[in-house]
């Protein structure tokens, strides 16, 4: 893994080095000046962790001589091996029901559909993207006897490992779509729903890929936006079309945020069926990670965590 990053870098600063080369000295001087207003300082990019030790680090992190997040070192929480072979039958799961995805899985050209509008992406290592929150036709969840809806609030990516792995294995991105239960009565405690969708490699790659990779080089290009920035405008996005798999067969289960502070509040719904994505695409995420945090790293994966106690369930099998 350390031996792959190191190689990453070294073909990336292999590029630069070679752009530099080719331009005039004071054309050079321009791009060193270009460049070093555009990398922030610091190489950490997130909220006082990194992604050094894969997160191997985050129980142990200490703020005032106390433990800064001990939600990290709990016995439920993610991202986990799924193992296909081992998942239960949802008959077997006490407390929650399937996810009825409603309005994220209605095409966004019918009536409920749910378009996400006034979407906006963070040029930043997770490329979070926020939007609208849509207020009808939300997916439902059935918890502990009573029906709750789940506002999608914000989706981001996880790259060049995916935070999951299936039968062991990862992919090479994974998105997550945060929802959060309608008006709970506390935000820092409200049950939390997260959709992973993974994507493998191909020829053939992403529609809503392309579209965002094209959207933010042009901006980049036309000096409109710069890594780094946050809130930058993209198109409406329609979850069925654009983000949901061709199959819904996912992996149910309780477990936790996968940043810190490593919240237990989630519950879990990954598809293991995967999108496609091409090596091309990929680039996005090393331009926007390195171009907004020299240093950063460019693979934002949680290491695998304890199953322990819990089963894993499949749904739509
Ligand atoms: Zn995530």
């Given at each position: 893994?350390?031996?792959r990053?190191?190689?990453?870098?070294?073909?990336?600063?292999?590029?630069?080095?070679?752009?530099?080369?080719?331009?005039?000295?004071?054309?050079?001087?321009?791009?060193?000046?270009?460049?070093?207003?555009q990398?922030?300082?610091?190489?950490?990019?997130?909220?006082?962790?990194?992604?050094?030790?894969?997160?191997?680090?985050?129980?142990?992190?200490?703020?005032?001589?106390?433990t800064?997040?001990?939600?990290?070192s709990?016995?439920?929480?993610?991202?986990?091996?799924?193992?296909?072979?081992?998942?239960?039958?949802?008959?077997?799961?006490?407390?929650?029901?399937?996810?009825?995805?409603?309005?994220?899985?209605?095409?966004?050209?019918?009536?409920?559909?749910i378009?996400?509008?006034?979407?906006?992406?963070?040029?930043?290592?997770?490329?979070?993207?926020?939007?609208?929150?849509?207020?009808?036709?939300?997916?439902?969840?059935?918890?502990?006897?009573?029906?709750?809806?789940?506002?999608?609030?914000?989706?981001?990516?996880?790259?060049?490992?995916?935070?999951?792995?299936?039968?062991?294995?990862?992919?090479?991105?994974?998105?997550?779509?945060?929802?959060?239960?309608?008006?709970?009565?506390?935000?820092?405690?409200?049950?939390?729903?997260?959709?992973?969708?993974?994507?493998?490699?191909?020829?053939?790659?992403?529609?809503?890929?392309?579209?965002?990779?094209?959207?933010?080089?042009?901006?980049?290009?036309?000096?409109?936006?710069?890594?780094?920035?946050?809130?930058?405008?993209?198109?409406?996005?329609?979850?069925?079309?654009?983000?949901?798999?061709?199959?819904?067969?996912?992996?149910?289960?309780?477990?936790?945020?996968?940043?810190?502070?490593?919240?237990e509040?989630?519950?879990?719904?990954?598809?293991?069926?995967?999108?496609?994505?091409?090596?091309?695409?990929m680039?996005?995420?090393?331009?926007?990670?390195?171009?907004a945090?020299?240093?950063?790293?460019?693979?934002?994966?949680?290491?695998?965590?304890?199953?322990?106690?819990?089963?894993?369930?499949?749904?739509?099998?």
């Amino acid at each position: 893994m350390a031996s792959r990053r190191v190689c990453l870098l070294g073909a990336l600063f292999a590029v630069l080095s070679v752009a530099i080369e080719g331009h005039s000295a004071s054309s050079e001087a321009s791009v060193a000046s270009k460049a070093r207003r555009q990398l922030k300082e610091e190489p950490n990019p997130n909220d006082g962790y990194d992604y050094m030790q894969h997160g191997f680090d985050w129980p142990g992190l200490q703020e005032g001589g106390t433990t800064k997040y001990p939600a990290c070192s709990g016995s439920n929480q993610s991202p986990i091996d799924i193992n296909t072979n081992q998942l239960m039958e949802p008959s077997s799961r006490s407390g929650t029901s399937a996810v009825s995805l409603n309005g994220l899985n209605v095409d966004g050209a019918q009536a409920d559909g749910i378009t996400l509008t006034n979407a906006k992406v963070d040029l930043e290592q997770g490329m979070k993207v926020t939007f609208d929150q849509p207020a009808a036709n939300l997916p439902t969840i059935e918890i502990g006897g009573t029906t709750k809806s789940f506002v999608p609030i914000q989706f981001h990516f996880h790259h060049f490992l995916s935070e999951h792995t299936i039968n062991g294995i990862h992919y090479p991105l994974e998105l997550h779509i945060v929802m959060q239960e309608q008006d709970p009565a506390d935000v820092a405690t409200a049950q939390l729903a997260v959709i992973g969708i993974m994507y493998k490699y191909s020829e053939n790659g992403d529609a809503f890929l392309n579209s965002l990779q094209t959207q933010i080089e042009g901006k980049i290009g036309d000096g409109t936006a710069s890594y780094g920035d946050t809130g930058v405008s993209i198109d409406n996005i329609n979850v069925k079309t654009q983000l949901l798999p061709s199959s819904l067969k996912y992996a149910g289960y309780d477990g936790s945020l996968t940043t810190p502070g490593c919240d237990e509040r989630v519950k879990w719904h990954v598809f293991t069926t995967p999108r496609e994505v091409t090596r091309e695409q990929m680039k996005l995420f090393v331009d926007v990670t390195m171009g907004a945090h020299a240093g950063a790293d460019v693979v934002n994966n949680r290491m695998i965590q304890d199953l322990g106690d819990r089963e894993v369930y499949k749904y739509n099998y």
